[in-house]
């Protein structure tokens, strides 16, 4: 059996249930991104017997994969996503006591490693943002392709919803967060407008958010992306509090990482490859593997559409500097 753990994170507690026995994998389907590449990247540097954290397992696609190519190495990974941790650990329970997963934000994860193991870590990977599932179900409220409820948590047990989020902000706050995470240039006339929709008690699904930015900036051009892109991003990305959540696990993995040890990051926005790219430029903490991020192949983005935003990037933790006397 594989070892699975429901931590309890900060201060979040939630009267929300989840069915934690029930089958996860039917309804599961994730298409895992340059799996080879990352795989590759992290069992490279690993010694015999290491320990690897996978901070997003999501349906366990990189876990799988880093398990089956080493038989010595161990996987304790991480997701906020109740279904995501009940579909990989039923997924990569044969590999037994190889593999253990943590119900918890991966910005948790130093104080969770610490009631788990003390042992040096010898790889991180991190695909970031949301599952297809987590985008494809309609009652996660994450897509505009589909009408579900204004929620858009990661973590359906805790945490404030979209909705929430807009009822509690005001119109100003609201535009900077569509401005600063959408990087949406309209970002007051929409937020006017959702704030009116709110007000009116005329926004309770995606398709009500929808309306409501269409009728701030109308609809899409021919060819052209959705005129909810931007809206839709920008507000997972604040429900998920998803930047403040990158920089912890950026500097807990330069804290905590071996030195030699690989940190692979997938990242499929522009906020997030800054800060990533930010880090592996300290010289003297991290060593550039990727001089520039790595694309999903041809071969990879024609027959996986998520994989064409994907940018990896690869560093080598180096080794802690002595200070000087
Ligand atoms: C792209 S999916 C990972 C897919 C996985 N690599 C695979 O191949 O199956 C990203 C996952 O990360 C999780 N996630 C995103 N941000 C998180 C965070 N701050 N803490 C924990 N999990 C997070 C999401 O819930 C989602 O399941």
Redesign the pocket.
């Known amino acids: 059996m594989s070892m699975e753990l429901q931590f309890v994170y900060d201060d979040v507690s939630s009267d929300e249930e989840f069915d934690w026995e029930s089958s996860a994998m039917d309804d599961f389907e994730?298409v895992?991104?340059m799996?080879e590449e990352v795989v590759t990247a992290l069992v490279a540097s690993a010694p015999a017997g290491g320990l690897i954290i996978?901070?997003?397992?999501?349906?366990?696609?990189?876990s799988e994969a880093i398990l089956e190519r080493r038989s010595d190495l161990r996987v304790i990974g991480?997701?906020?996503?109740p279904r995501?941790i009940a579909a990989?650990s039923e997924r990569l329970a044969r590999f037994g006591t190889r593999f253990q997963s943590v119900h918890?934000?991966?910005?948790c994860g130093v104080e969770i490693l610490e009631q788990l193991t003390r042992e040096p870590i010898a790889g991180v990977c991190a695909?970031?943002?949301?599952?297809s599932p987590?985008i494809d179900d309609p009652t996660r409220g994450m897509s505009f392709r589909h009408s579900g409820p204004l929620d858009m948590r990661?973590d359906t047990l805790s945490g404030e919803t979209a909705l929430e989020l807009i009822g509690r902000l005001d119109a100003d706050e609201l535009a900077d967060i569509i401005f600063r995470y959408g990087e949406e240039r309209r970002s007051r006339r929409i937020a006017r407008n959702i704030k009116r929709a709110f007000d009116e008690d005329d926004l309770a699904t995606t398709a009500d958010l929808r309306r409501a930015i269409v009728r701030a900036i109308g609809p899409a051009r021919i060819g052209g992306v959705d005129p909810g892109t931007r809206t839709f991003q920008a507000l997972r990305i604040a429900v998920?509090s998803?930047i403040d959540?990158l920089e912890k696990?950026l500097l807990w993995v330069t804290q905590r990482i071996a030195p030699g040890a690989a940190f692979a990051v997938l990242s499929f926005h522009s906020l997030e490859d800054r800060l990533v790219k930010q880090l592996f430029r300290q010289g003297d903490v991290w060593k550039a593997l990727t001089k520039k991020p790595r694309m999903a192949s041809d071969e990879e983005a024609s027959t996986n559409p998520r994989s064409r935003s994907a940018k990896l990037r690869v560093a080598r933790r180096l080794p802690f500097l002595e200070p000087s006397e």
């Open positions: 994730h895992t991104v799996r996978d901070a997003t397992l999501g349906g366990g696609g990189h991480f997701d906020r996503d995501a990989s918890s934000a991966f910005s695909d970031l943002g949301v599952s987590q990661m998920n998803e959540e696990l």
